[in-house]
């Protein structure tokens, strides 16, 4: 900590940017004086890149579309007026429906305010409105969130229990652009038969955020859905706070958007600018690049040392991993690119996996977000931030001598880190934040050649999982017809050998659900179980 020379890096390598309250400092990170000099061909051909993905130009060619994220905070950005148009009219709706939900002019079927509010979406339609629901709501708020985020059944019936008599009194809003999501689609109809069996009417308590003419879209219109909202094909879900997607939830909780909204605005000039060395997007993709050698070899661990931010870490991992993580470049040449992110808050994960990045395989950085102030949301001090746990030292003291406890026993160890610093939680600092690493993961994507804006490895997966399911057709069919066995037998006997894995699979798990039509025999070896029509 009285290491001069620290104390010089840190001054030399922090960057200030007090329009956004924000700073950056890299003093931890190992480059030599050279590496950010050498580093500028590259990254004055990202900046370009980046000029021309704002100006319009075809960002997916995959689907022929733009990327367009950066407009929903400055419409007049947007390359055709009829663009500029939809971005304003969209945040002048969304803001007008939210009021009038909140001040009960629109109500429910039976004629009462609505108390609460259920997302039901997946991936980026969820763990943006989950993060700032997280991060910005408070205990008086006015319609309390819950969210479907997956198509597990379980885990539906628990959100739905912990709603009980309120789900008569829930605005349920469901996102999905294409409308065909099959986890938000399994979401929808358990949320339609809760509704039903509390004896109310779905569509008068609806909203359907998607693509225009989807499947969803559709629907919500034929069965008259309350309301229905855009999700642009030129926004991708983990880009997508900012549009309703995000925007609709947290106005339906109280939350002020217009700052958020401008935290984003000026951090999306801020991270404009050339100068790399004041611009913290900018850097943070060259440490990217430093760190993982411009080919992710290592690992970005995020530790916000804030409760508010704890889903932080979830969000990073879709919006880097699935931007990053790309088998081909530009030129098809195979690459495996990618940057791996997991974490979760300080000071929770000194007591989990700290002992490992100080001493086990030096294969990671850390990025610490530092919050300033101990309250949120520029609410007064509070009896528990005031509190002293010892003389004049209190939680907050505790918690921040945690991070920079931890960042110095990391690097005496010679492992790296970066630091975030924001003045405090905040509708404007979740705007900067958001937009700080959408640009750097735009940027860090032209330094290594990749589409960060395409998703074939998602859809890949989809692709399988709807033939598994296929499978599970195929399956019931034959024991229906009498058929029954072990897997083997059964694959054997419908001619799919190479199959008997995901047969096995498909009945072991059908036969631990009563009423699926599926009854085990177990056997000493397990996968020696005989199946059969129950």
């Known amino acids: 900590m009285t290491n001069p020379q620290l104390w010089q890096r840190y001054k030399e390598y922090l960057c200030e940017c007090p329009k956004i309250g924000l700073t950056l400092d890299i003093s931890r990170m190992n480059f030599g004086d050279d590496f950010i000099t050498g580093m500028m061909p590259a990254m004055k051909a990202a ?259 804030k409760d508010r931010l704890q889903l932080l870490s979830r969000y990073l991992q879709q919006l880097v991993m699935e931007s990053l993580g790309k088998q081909f470049n530009r030129a098809g040449q195979v690459v495996h690119q990618g940057l791996c992110v997991y974490g979760n808050k300080g000071s929770t994960d000194q007591h989990a996996y700290v002992q490992q990045l100080r001493e086990g395989p030096n294969n990671f950085f850390v990025t610490f977000i530092e919050v300033l102030a101990d309250t949120a949301l520029g609410q007064a001090p509070s009896p528990a931030t005031r509190l002293e746990v010892e003389p004049g030292v209190t939680s907050g003291d505790y918690l921040n001598g945690f991070l920079h406890g931890t960042r110095e026993a990391l690097s005496e160890n010679g492992r790296e880190s970066l630091t975030i610093t924001v003045e405090e939680v905040s509708p404007r600092s979740m705007g900067v934040l958001l937009a700080l690493f959408e640009r750097a993961v735009g940027l860090y994507a032209e330094l290594i050649n990749i589409n960060a804006y395409h998703q074939p490895g998602v859809e890949a997966g989809k692709k399988a999982a709807q033939a598994f399911l296929a499978w599970q057709g195929k399956i019931m069919e034959h024991l229906k017809a009498g058929g029954s066995g072990t897997a083997e037998q059964i694959a054997a006997a419908m001619g799919a050998p190479e199959a008997t894995e995901t047969i096995f699979c498909i009945l072991r798990r059908l036969a631990a659900n009563p009423g699926r039509g599926v009854k085990a025999e177990l056997a000493p070896n397990l996968t020696d179980t005989r199946f059969a029509s129950s």
Do not use: C
């Open 47 to 305: 900046f370009a890149a980046m000029e021309k993905l704002e100006a319009g130009a075809i960002a997916n060619p995959d689907e022929n579309r733009m990327v367009g994220h950066y407009w929903l905070r400055r419409p007049e950005l947007a390359p055709n007026p009829e663009l500029r148009q939809a971005i304003a009219q969209t945040r002048t709706q969304v803001k007008a429906f939210a009021r009038e939900v909140r001040h009960g002019i629109i109500r429910t079927v039976k004629d009462r305010n609505f108390t609460d509010l259920l997302v039901i979406g997946i991936g980026g339609s969820a763990l943006g409105p989950q993060l700032v629901a997280d991060a910005l709501g408070v205990a008086r708020r006015r319609l309390t969130p819950h969210f479907f985020d997956n198509t597990d059944p379980d885990g539906m019936e628990r959100i739905l229990v912990r709603m009980g008599q309120h789900l008569t009194r829930t605005l349920t809003v469901v996102i999905s652009k294409s409308g065909g999501t099959q986890e938000t689609r399994n979401g929808l109809r358990v949320a339609q038969a809760a509704y039903r069996a509390a004896g109310i009417e779905f569509a008068p308590q609806a909203v359907a955020v998607t693509g225009a003419g989807s499947e969803l879209d559709r629907q919500a219109a034929s069965e008259k859905w309350l309301r229905r909202f855009p999700m642009w094909d030129w926004v991708g879900g983990r880009q997508s706070e900012l549009s309703a997607v995000g925007l609709l939830p947290a106005a339906l909780q109280g939350i002020n958007i217009e700052p958020m909204l401008k935290g984003a605005r000026d951090t999306d000039a801020l991270t404009r600018r050339p100068d790399v060395r004041k611009n913290p997007a900018a850097l943070l993709a060259l440490m990217w690049y430093y760190a993982g050698a411009g080919r992710g070899e290592k690992a970005m661990v995020v530790l916000p040392y």
